[in-house]
């Protein structure tokens, strides 16, 4: 089905931008404006999974300020300790976790960059349930790429991008690689 | 990452710096209310220990715990050990349990490299006979990075009964491994007879090299060694070798004090200087667990 050059492939040219600088902008600021038409905007906290879930939880509370002048707390959640894949992959570097907000009673959205497997969002969960016990947990992701492996969704999601599992999507943000777009190879 | 952790010796710049890095990820998890992560569920450590040490026992059991592993402590008194069995049928027995890692300690140098040839579990070294004791020099190395942001470069002096310590000895290879400098101050009965081999300047006179120290360090006077007649008495080994009050005031400003413990006060330290706030002995012990557990997680990855 999904043979190299097959029409019904979903698949772009290999290395095509599919979301650009201010696709992105729009995304956030979206996604942003969904989070307030939720409410409970003081009860907020916004935390990044390393690596580039982490400005994308900064740009995320800027347009909240934005949008409704409220200041949301962001702080940074490591999963490395949590993941699966341990005794697989072997272990890897690990990153700080910064949580700014005790975290019970509030709600804490989850921010990433791509939302894959899901795995990566179970592992984030349970680092979460070991702060505290927060109200609820929500998701954005800028990007939902399906092929879901575990029961999970996002609450909010910039771009919902179909692709094959042998695509690779790479999200590129200036704060890290000095600019802005998600390439899909 | 290596297979197991015998010796400072077989750690590079890099292996430390990889250690010392991951450790500073687990020192925060001490100050959590849910101190645990839950990386080595459904791993067993044992903490075979055919030496007493409570410290550096509780130290491992927490780092393992801390990481959701099952821990088993073994010590020789009171176990089959002290019934007559050898290491190789502990070891054997402890395969066959399916161990994941083992802890040694042990009075015998090179027992932990013993030990790797009849298990498959990894092995650390908690310390064998006067030879090694690597967690030691790494939590030591940790602390130091800590306070001063590097390690390249200082100077630090390692005070006492260097010749039959082997946290000196560990300590000294991981501290040249990161290019510090070091002098080694002992009493002659105690100082080693090839210092060229430490890659350390040695001095008797603890006086002459105080104002050129960033970190001294204090090495516990084994009370044996005294029925051996290596020193006089306690008395003459303070008055020469120990740390008090007027030699803490002639260190430069921003020397730490460092000590493995446990501590004979009024011997190598007065209580005065153990207590003082450049004396970092607590933080030794609270970054020790980290360092642990981060060896225990570079190690054991990968094995599924």
Redesign the interface.
């Known amino acids: 089905m999904t043979s190299p050059g097959s029409p019904q492939q979903v698949s772009p040219q290999a290395d095509a931008g599919v979301l650009s600088a201010d696709d992105m902008g729009r995304a956030v600021r979206r996604m942003a404006h969904e989070i307030v038409e939720r409410g409970n905007l003081d009860q907020l906290v916004l935390l990044g999974i390393r690596t580039r879930g982490v400005p994308l939880a900064e740009r995320l509370a800027a347009a909240l300020l934005d949008i409704a002048g409220t200041h949301v707390p962001v702080g940074s959640l ?1 999963t ?3 993941r699966d894949d ?6 890897r ?5 910064v949580v700014p907000v005790d975290v019970d009673g509030r709600e804490v959205i989850l921010a990433d960059d791509v939302l894959y497997t899901g795995r990566t969002i179970r592992a984030a969960m ?1 680092a979460v349930m ?3 016990r927060p109200q609820a947990i929500r998701l954005a992701v800028l990007v939902d790429r399906g092929h879901r492996e575990l029961p999970i969704r996002a609450d909010y999601v910039g771009k919902n991008m179909p692709t094959a599992p042998e695509q690779s999507v790479r999200v590129r943000l200036v704060e890290i690689d000095g600019t802005d777009e998600v390439v899909v190879a | 990452m290596m297979k197991h952790l015998l010796s400072m010796e077989d750690l590079s710049a890099e292996d430390v710096t990889q250690i010392l890095d991951t450790a500073a990820g687990f020192v925060d998890l001490g100050e959590r209310t849910v101190k645990k992560v839950p990386t080595l569920r459904g791993r067993t450590v044992c903490n075979l220990f055919y030496e007493d040490s409570t410290r550096t026992r509780i130290s491992f059991e927490l780092a393992a715990k801390r990481l959701s592993a099952d821990v088993l402590n073994f010590s020789a008194k009171g176990s089959s050990v002290s019934k007559g069995e050898s290491l190789k049928d502990t070891a054997l027995t402890l395969q066959a349990m399916g161990v994941d890692a083992i802890v040694l300690r042990h009075s015998e140098s090179g027992a932990p490299l013993t030990l790797t040839q009849w298990v498959d579990a990894h092995v650390l070294n908690a310390g064998d006979g006067s030879h090694q004791h690597p967690t030691q020099a790494l939590l030591d190395l940790f602390t130091i990075r800590q306070r001063f942001d590097r390690i390249e470069g200082l100077r630090v002096a390692i005070v006492g009964d260097v010749l039959h310590s082997r946290v000196a000895r560990s300590l000294v290879q991981g501290l040249r491994t990161m290019d510090a400098e070091v002098t080694l101050v002992a009493p002659p009965t105690l100082a080693p007879p090839r210092p060229e081999a430490w890659g350390a300047a040695v001095s008797t006179d603890l006086d002459a090299v105080l104002d050129k120290t960033d970190v001294l360090y204090l090495l516990r006077v084994q009370r044996e060694r005294m029925a051996q007649q290596f020193f006089p008495s306690p008395r003459e080994y303070a008055r020469l070798w120990g740390a008090d009050r007027d030699r803490l005031a002639r260190l430069p400003q921003g020397a730490i004090v460092m000590h493995p413990g446990p501590m004979n006060r009024g011997m190598e330290i007065t209580a005065e200087v153990a207590d003082a706030p450049n004396a970092v002995i607590g933080e030794q012990v609270r970054n020790g667990i980290a360092v642990r557990m981060s060896c225990l997680y570079l190690l054991l990855g990968g094995d599924g």
């Open positions: 490591d490395t300790l949590y341990y005794a697989s992959a072997g272990p570097p690990l990153a700080e976790t349970d070991d702060l505290g």
